[in-house]
C-alpha cells in the first residue's frame, strides 16, 4: 500500500471532525445569514461541561455526553434570541463583530474557569484500530468519519422532506414572505440555532478524547470548520462534507511529503481561497444583502496645532510626572494604538472587515528584529525596512478584497492569521528558540532607547510616532484618497459611476494598512530585550478588531482610547490598583466590552464622547447668549455627530 493512500485513510478521521463542525456553521447561516464565528467556543463549552460532569464518575459517559451536547444546544438559542435578533437589522459588519464577541467571552471564560494545558478526556469510541486497505487507522477516528457521513446524510434528508426543513427554507429565503404564511420566524430561527450549537458541542465532545480538552480548542476547529462551511457556500451539506473531508485529507498528506513545518496548518487557508477564488461571481455579490448602515466616521479634526500641544505635555508627563510603573504602560498603549490605527483605516474608512492585522503587526516586527540581531542594521533602519516588507501580503490581500468582501473577507483574513501562525511564528527558523530572538540595546538617531536603562525615552519614541501616524491618518481622512476610500465604502457601485477605483481603493487601505501596522508591532516587539512572537495568533487578532470597535471603528481617538484594553497598557495599570493580576481578566471584559458597544454604542466610546461634549458645547454657548455674553473666542459650536451615512 503506497504512502500516499495511508496518509489519506489517517486524514479521514480529522475530516470527520471538520464537517461536523462546519455542519452546525451551514444550519446556523441558513436561516439568519449570519456567519456565527462563536459556533466553535459554544461547542467548546458544552464539551468542557461533558468534561466536568464525567471525569469523576459523577455521572455516567452517555448522561454527561447528552447533557453537554444540550447545554451546547441552550446556549446557541440563547444566542440568536439575546444578540442576533435584536440585531438582525444591524449591518452585516455588526453581526460578525457580535459573535467575535461571544467568541471572546466564552474562550476567556473557559481559561480562567478550567485548568490550562491539555486535559486528557476519557475515550468514548473503542481504543483499538481497523485495518483498512493494509493500513493501522484508529477505531475512534474511523467511526468519527462514519458518524459524519451518518448526520450529513439525515440532515440532508431532514431539512429536504420535513415539514420543519420547508419552514427554515422558507425562513431562508424571504423572512418576510414565511411571517405572512403563519411561520413564527423567530421560533425556526432559534430552533435551527439550537441545532447547529448541539452539532457543535457534538464535535468538540466526540473529538476531545481524540486530541485533548482546552482553551484554545475552540480556535484550533474554527478555521477548518469555516473553510470547509465555505466551500459548501454555508449552505450545501454535500459539498461541505467534501470541504471538510479535503481539508483533513490534505493536511495528512502534507505531514508525508513536506518537511517544512507548519504547512498542514496553512490548507485551510489555501482551500478556503480556492473556493472563494474560483466560485462564480454572481451581481448580488457584490453588494450587501440589504441596506446598512455602518459604524460612523471621525472628523478627522486633527490638526499640528492640535497635536503638538497634546503631544508635548505627554512627553513632559513620561519625562518628569509619571512614576516609574507607569511608564511603559503608555508607552504599549500608544504602540497597540498605532495597530488598531491600522485597522480603522481598512474598517472605519474602507468600510471591510480584516482579521488580520495583528498579524501584519508581526510581520513587520518579525522582519525588523532579525534585520536587528542578523545583519546588525540600526534601528531605524529596521523600522523602516519592516513596515515596507508587509507591502506584498498586505497588497495580495487587498486584491482579494476586489474579489470578495463582507463575511467571507473577515473568513478569508482570519484564515490567513492561522496560516501564517503556524507556518511562521510558529518555525524556530523564523522566530529562534521560545526564548525569542535577542535585540539588546537599541538607538535611534544616535539616541540610545534602550527600553530597561531608558524606559521614558522608549516610552516618548513611541508616543511621537504614535502622534504622527494619527496626524498622517488625519490627513488622509481630508485628502483625496481618504475621500474615495469613504465614497466605496458607502455604495461601491456608486463610486465606480462616478469614476473611482474601487479596487484601488481596497488596495491602497489594505497596503497603508499593512505598513502602520507592521510600525506598531515592531514599537510593541522592541519594548522588550527579547522579540517573543508568540501572541501573534487568531484570538489576538480578534482581540484587536474588539479594541477597535469598542474605543470606535471610525475614529481616531477611538484608537488610543481601545488600545487602553490591552493586557499591560494603561487600562490594566489602572486596574491593578484595586485589584491585582486584572491583566488575566482583560479579555473577558474586553468581550463584555464589546457587546455592550455592539448594543449600546456602536459608534464606539470615541463616538460618543464626541456627542457629548458637542451637547455641553451647545449648552454653554446657549447659556452665555442668553445672558448676553459672546463666546465666539471662546467655545467654537461643534457638529451633532461626523457621521457618514453608509448606504449600501
Request: charged share 10%; glycine share 12%.
Amino acid at each position: 500500500m503506497s504512502g500516499a493512500v495511508q496518509f489519506g485513510l489517517l486524514g479521514l478521521g480529522a475530516g470527520g471532525a471538520y464537517v461536523l463542525g462546519a455542519l452546525g456553521l451551514v444550519i446556523f447561516y441558513r436561516t439568519s445569514k449570519v456567519v456565527n464565528f462563536a459556533g466553535s467556543a459554544v461547542g467548546m463549552t458544552g464539551t468542557y461541561a461533558y468534561w466536568g460532569m464525567s471525569k469523576n464518575g459523577a455521572i455516567p459517559q452517555l448522561p454527561a455526553l447528552c447533557l453537554g451536547i444540550l447545554i451546547s444546544a441552550a446556549l446557541g438559542g440563547a444566542m440568536y434570541m439575546l444578540v442576533i435578533r435584536p440585531l438582525r437589522a444591524a449591518s452585516q459588519l455588526t453581526q460578525i463583530v457580535a459573535t467575535l464577541a461571544v467568541f471572546a467571552i466564552l474562550e476567556s471564560a473557559a481559561a480562567l474557569r478550567y485548568p490550562s494545558g491539555l486535559q486528557v478526556v476519557a475515550p468514548i469510541f473503542p481504543s483499538g484500530s481497523w485495518r483498512l486497505l493494509g493500513t493501522r487507522i484508529g477505531e475512534g477516528w474511523v467511526l468519527l468519519f462514519l458518524l459524519s457521513i451518518i448526520l450529513v446524510v439525515i440532515l440532508h434528508l431532514f431539512y429536504r422532506y420535513t415539514a420543519f426543513g420547508r419552514r427554515t427554507t422558507a425562513v431562508a429565503e424571504n423572512r418576510i414572505v414565511a411571517s405572512s404564511l403563519g411561520i413564527s420566524v423567530d421560533r425556526v430561527a432559534a430552533t435551527n440555532w439550537a441545532i447547529g450549537a448541539g452539532l457543535a458541542g457534538a464535535s468538540g465532545i466526540l473529538l476531545a478524547p481524540l486530541i485533548g480538552l482546552g482553551p484554545a480548542q475552540a480556535s484550533l476547529l474554527l478555521v477548518p470548520a469555516l473553510a470547509s462551511a465555505v466551500v459548501g457556500n454555508f449552505s450545501s451539506f454535500l459539498l461541505v462534507t467534501l470541504g471538510g473531508l479535503v481539508i483533513g485529507i490534505a493536511g495528512s498528506e502534507i505531514t508525508k511529503y513536506v518537511a517544512t513545518p507548519g504547512w498542514s496548518g496553512a490548507v485551510p487557508f489555501l482551500v478556503m481561497l480556492a473556493a472563494l477564488l474560483l466560485r462564480p461571481r454572481r451581481a448580488a455579490d457584490a453588494r450587501p444583502l440589504r441596506s446598512e448602515r455602518l459604524p460612523s466616521v471621525g472628523t478627522g479634526a486633527l490638526r499640528l496645532s492640535v497635536i503638538l500641544p497634546i503631544t508635548a505635555v505627554a512627553v513632559i508627563a513620561i519625562l518628569l510626572l509619571l512614576p516609574p510603573t507607569w511608564v511603559m504602560p503608555v508607552g504599549l498603549q500608544a504602540a497597540i494604538a498605532v495597530v488598531l490605527l491600522s485597522q480603522l483605516l481598512i474598517t472605519g474608512y474602507a468600510g471591510q472587515l480584516s482579521l488580520a492585522q495583528y498579524i501584519f503587526a508581526g510581520l513587520g516586527a518579525l522582519l525588523a528584529a532579525n534585520l536587528v540581531y542578523h545583519a546588525g542594521l540600526p534601528f531605524e533602519v529596521a523600522i523602516l525596512v519592516g513596515m515596507i516588507g508587509t507591502v506584498p501580503l498586505s497588497a495580495i490581500i487587498g486584491l482579494l478584497g476586489t474579489k470578495t468582501r463582507g463575511v467571507n473577507l473577515a473568513i478569508l483574513t482570519l484564515g490567513l492569521t492561522a496560516a501564517l501562525e503556524t507556518l511562521v511564528f510558529g518555525n524556530q527558523n523564523f522566530v529562534g528558540s521560545a526564548a525569542g530572538i535577542p535585540v539588546g540595546s537599541q538607538t535611534f538617531f544616535g539616541i540610545a532607547v534602550d527600553p530597561l536603562l531608558y524606559p521614558r525615552r522608549y516610552a516618548v519614541l513611541v508616543v511621537v510616532l504614535a502622534a504622527v501616524v494619527a496626524l498622517a491618518v488625519a490627513n488622509l481622512r481630508h485628502g483625496k484618497v481618504g475621500r474615495r476610500m469613504l465614497a466605496v465604502r458607502a455604495n461601491e457601485r456608486a463610486a465606480r459611476a462616478l469614476g473611482i477605483s474601487v479596487q484601488g481603493a481596497k488596495v491602497y487601505a489594505f497596503v497603508l494598512g499593512g505598513v502602520i501596522a507592521g510600525l506598531g508591532g515592531i514599537l510593541v516587539i522592541f519594548s522588550q530585550p527579547f522579540a517573543i512572537f508568540s501572541n501573534f495568533t487568531p484570538e489576538q487578532s480578534i482581540n484587536i478588531v474588539s479594541y477597535n470597535v469598542v474605543g470606535g471603528a471610525g475614529w481616531i481617538a477611538g484608537s488610543f482610547v481601545g488600545a487602553g484594553l490591552a493586557p499591560g497598557a494603561l487600562g490594566s495599570q489602572i486596574l491593578n490598583v484595586f485589584a491585582s493580576s486584572i491583566d488575566n481578566y482583560l479579555f473577558l471584559i474586553g468581550g463584555i466590552l464589546l457587546l455592550l458597544t455592539v448594543f449600546q454604542a456602536q459608534n464606539g466610546l470615541a463616538a460618543q464622547a464626541y456627542q457629548f461634549g458637542a451637547v455641553i458645547a451647545r449648552g454653554i454657548r446657549r447659556g452665555a447668549r442668553n445672558a448676553g455674553i459672546d463666546t465666539t473666542s471662546i467655545v467654537q459650536e461643534l457638529p451633532d455627530a461626523d457621521v457618514m451615512p453608509a448606504r449600501a
